[in-house]
């Protein structure tokens, strides 16, 4: 079974930026299709980026299109999420995600962005 650990969150003021990382430990991440989601209180999870299994290809929501980069390193098991000029109603919790079916999730990351 894969497990997803996801790092790099943390209290940052707007404008400011960081990097989230999520590694994947008993199996490999380069099968499949990978993607960040976020949950602020009291919405559903939504999907923020996702790249493809060879990384060629990407896509956004447009919310942080032009902001937020995902990548992956594949001999590394690990996927990125770049976030520059952040706001704060990009306040969430991060969740890696992949997988058959995409049924792989890690436990998440708290983004704090401060006015």
């Known amino acids: 079974q894969v497990q997803l650990v996801e790092s790099g969150g943390g209290l940052v003021q707007a404008g400011g930026s960081l990097r989230l990382s999520c590694v994947g430990s008993g199996g490999t991440l380069s099968n499949y299709d990978m993607g960040w989601y976020r949950q602020a209180p009291g919405k559903e999870r939504k999907l923020v980026a996702a790249?493809?299994?060879?990384?060629?290809?990407?896509d956004y929501a447009d919310s942080v299109r032009g902001r937020f980069a995902i990548s992956r390193d594949n001999a590394k098991n690990t996927v990125y999420l770049q976030m520059n000029n952040l706001r704060p109603e990009d306040t969430a919790i991060y969740y890696c995600?992949?997988?058959?079916?995409?049924?792989?999730w890690g436990r998440g990351t708290q983004v704090t962005v401060s006015s």
């Open positions: 790249i493809a299994r060879s990384g060629g290809t990407t």
């Open positions: 995600n992949g997988g058959p079916l995409g049924g792989y």
